[in-house]
């Protein structure tokens, strides 16, 4: 695989993982200008999807459970930043969106995202919940509305990616850590304090 000259390996390599795994349905599902994509999650994978949908020219709209991230949201090319947790949220985007990407790995009440697709819109899960999810077959039929899956591209769609990023000067947003903060780095994932990629200084790693 090559890595574009715009594009260094110290950045490129955060990459890999978020990156092909957001840009893959993004592509898939033809998010570009005209289209409304949603992206539940402000996480690793959301703010990659954010830029990554930005960039095609797709108006971009951010369903986070709270607005804590709504200005690095929209710094990283958000439209629009609603909060899930606020009922009318789901009231006044009903119908909204061609895409919906979500990048969450827990358990959503799918009825109530399905409910804002637009005719022909798709929901696609890039997450993996814990438990099984359920939803009304009717959420489907009203609007020809598709829920998919998706995980990750191939080597050529990684490239493509990766010339992409370079093109539009994208990057993860990463956090540098010593190996002697991988403990506290931890504890602050599992408080869902990450802002997005922690990355080890591999000059901090000591040898025996």
């Known amino acids: 695989m090559r890595i574009p000259e715009a594009l260094p390996f110290d950045a490129a390599a955060p990459l890999l993982c978020a990156g092909i795994t957001v840009y893959s349905p993004l592509r898939h599902w033809q998010a570009g200008p ?12 959301g703010h990659m999807a954010v830029k990554i949908a930005h960039a095609l020219g797709a108006e971009v709209t951010v369903l986070s459970q709270t607005l804590s991230k709504e200005s690095d949201g929209l710094r990283l090319g958000a439209d629009h930043y609603y909060a899930t947790g606020d009922t009318a949220t789901f009231k006044t985007l009903r119908r909204s969106f061609d895409l919906i990407i979500n990048t969450v790995s827990a358990n959503l009440p799918l009825d109530a995202y399905l409910g804002l697709l637009r005719l022909d819109g798709t929901m696609v899960n890039l997450g993996a919940p814990p438990e099984s999810s359920s ?40 956090e540098l850590i010593g190996a002697d903060e991988v403990d506290e780095a931890y504890e602050r994932v599992l408080r869902s304090d990450v802002r997005y990629r922690f990355v080890i200084d591999i000059a901090t790693l000591t040898q025996e």
Not at 34 to 45: F, H, P
Not at 147 to 160: C, F, H, N, W, Y
């Open 135 to 174: 939803f009304s077959v009717f959420s489907l039929l009203g609007g020809r509305r598709s829920l998919a899956g998706s995980s990750v591209g191939g080597i050529r769609e990684t490239q493509e990616m990766l010339d992409f990023c370079a093109e539009h000067g994208i990057a993860s947003e990463i």
């Open 34 to 45: 005209g289209t409304k994509v949603a992206v539940v999650g402000m996480g690793r994978l």
